[in-house]
């Protein structure tokens, strides 16, 4: 079983619907979110309902939180969701097991382009579970 760690500079869009999806999809493994910078006030009611209308995923339990030394070290897999000039800095002992997907941020967004990047997202985690049982 892997632990992938899905991290944002808020944790609250973006890396929350990564992990929900992963947490959906994923049979053998689990995921949590965490921010980078600066911790999120919530997740965005919109991306929540979103999420539940057109994936039918709740997302409601669900709040930004902040990556923890242990979950940095525990992680099997590191997935940075946002622009690596506007988002976080991982320690350097950690940079191996990391990747970017550069996805856009969801706030400021119109519905349809909220989903087309939750599409995006949940692409991309099929194709990072695909991989991790790959690795098997």
């Known amino acids: 079983m ?3 760690l899905f991290i944002c500079k ?5 890396s929350q619907v990564a992990e929900a999806f ?15 910078s600066s911790v999120g006030k919530g997740i965005n009611s919109l991306d929540i309902k979103l999420m539940k209308e057109k ?23 590191i997935i940075i969701v946002c ?4 988002c976080i800095l991982i320690p350097k002992s950690y940079v ?9 941020e969801l706030d400021g967004r119109s519905v349809e382009e909220k989903v087309k990047i939750m599409e ?7 194709e990072l ?3 991790l049982a790959g690795e098997k």
Do not use: C, T
Request: glycine residues 4%; proline residues 7%.
């Open 10 to 14: 808020y944790n609250n869009g973006r």
């Open 96 to 104: 191996e097991k990391a990747e970017h997907w550069h996805i856009p």
């Open 129 to 131: 579970i695909s991989e």
């Open 22 to 36: 992963f947490n959906n999809l994923a049979k053998e493994h689990n995921s949590i979110s965490a921010a980078g």
């Open 55 to 77: 994936f039918g995923i709740d997302m409601s339990r669900q709040f930004p939180k902040p990556p923890s030394d242990d979950l940095l070290k525990n992680a099997d897999k």
């Open 2 to 4: 892997s632990l992938v």
């Open 83 to 86: 622009d690596p000039k506007d």
């Open 120 to 126: 995006e997202i949940q692409q991309k985690v099929k």
